[in-house]
């Protein structure tokens, strides 16, 4: 299942749409809207054609690089409140037992394999790193004051990232249940080229 | 020819326009194209130097040269993602 879509991710869903009998685990991964200072919600607008395009790439890179038996990527659209889930994506692996390689790779410790995945979600004909599109705009509250910085860009005074993802926390709650699974995740997340596939272009807009 | 241009957060409210039809003469680059829209919305010069540029679909460079049909997407800037 590769998805974008405004209505809320139904995770029971996005596990069972990976389930096989042949997996020994499944892991599901769900981003989330922080609340860093002054922020009350994130929104999200793709380029769906290219997105689906690239998320589809990238699980089919992620099961080839771990091994991954079925791959599921849903990301929102829209505007998703402090709290909200923003993506989930859920893996199921033959073998619960990982690969520490890709451990590895997931907490950060194995630059060439970060690079290898990098390259590979490079294909022919398509050049510099930067794929697809789900933008967003990271609402925040702010004083009314404050509204008049940035007159050239009065709606969009920062470019921001936000593919949130604390890889330390969830690679070690997860790394004692399915290391191959979680660390095919969390690989791809921690890899620069995650941002690459599934971009988020946020702009900071005050809001009153 | 014909070009079909799509347009992304910041650009969109420059344009006013999610999507637009522009003409342009045979052989025009995807620089060239950039640049007359840039002349014809300023607001947008301030972006130029960071826009991802991408035609049916694929981000390509500024040298493509395009064909009639085409459809092309002017990105904001992205970057990282995973801290």
Redesign the interface.
């Known amino acids: 299942m590769i998805d974008v879509r405004r209505a809320r991710i139904d995770l029971e869903a996005v596990l069972d749409s990976v389930r096989r009998d042949d997996a020994g685990a499944i892991v599901l991964f769900v981003g989330t809207v922080r609340s860093d200072e002054g922020i009350r919600a994130l929104d999200y607008?793709v380029?769906r054609?290219?997105a689906i395009?690239s998320l589809t790439a990238l699980a089919e890179q992620a099961k080839e690089k771990f091994g991954i038996a079925e791959m599921s990527i849903v990301h929102r659209l829209g505007r998703v409140p402090v709290g909200g889930d923003s993506v989930a994506i859920a893996c199921a692996g033959i073998h619960r037992a990982g690969d520490v390689r890709g451990v590895r790779v997931g907490d950060g410790r194995s630059q060439t394999d970060r690079a290898d995945l990098e390259d590979r979600s490079r294909g022919p004909?398509?050049?510099?790193p930067?794929?697809s599109?789900i933008?967003g705009?990271r609402l925040i509250s702010r004083a009314p004051a404050a509204r008049s910085e940035g007159p050239?860009?009065p709606?969009?005074a920062a470019?921001i990232?936000?593919?949130?993802?604390p890889?330390a926390g969830v690679l070690t709650m997860f790394a004692v249940v399915a290391p191959a699974v979680v660390v095919a995740i969390l690989s791809m997340?921690?890899?620069?080229s995650?941002?690459?596939m599934?971009?988020?272009?946020i702009?900071v807009v005050p809001v009153v | 020819m014909q070009i079909r241009l799509?347009l992304?957060?910041?650009y969109r409210?420059i344009v006013g326009s999610r999507g637009l039809t522009w003409s342009a003469r045979d052989g025009i680059t995807l620089r060239e194209l950039v640049d007359g829209i840039v002349t014809k919305y300023p607001?947008l010069a301030?972006h130029r130097g960071s826009m991802?540029l991408?035609v049916n679909?694929?981000?390509?460079?500024a040298e493509r040269v395009l064909t009639d049909g085409d459809e092309v997407?002017l990105?904001?800037?992205?970057?990282?993602?995973?801290?």
């Not at chain 1, 990232?161 to 993802?165: A, F, G, K, T, Y």
């Not at chain 2, 679909?57 to 460079?61: G, L, N, Q, R």
Request: glycine share 8%; net charge positive.
């Open positions: 607008e380029y054609p290219m395009k004909g398509q050049i510099g930067r794929q599109l933008g705009t050239q860009r709606h969009a470019l990232v936000v593919l949130v993802v890889v997340m921690a890899v620069r995650v941002a690459s599934v971009v988020m272009v702009r | 799509r992304f957060a910041t409210e607001r301030d991802l991408a679909e694929d981000i390509v460079s997407a990105l904001p800037p992205v970057s990282g993602g995973a801290r």
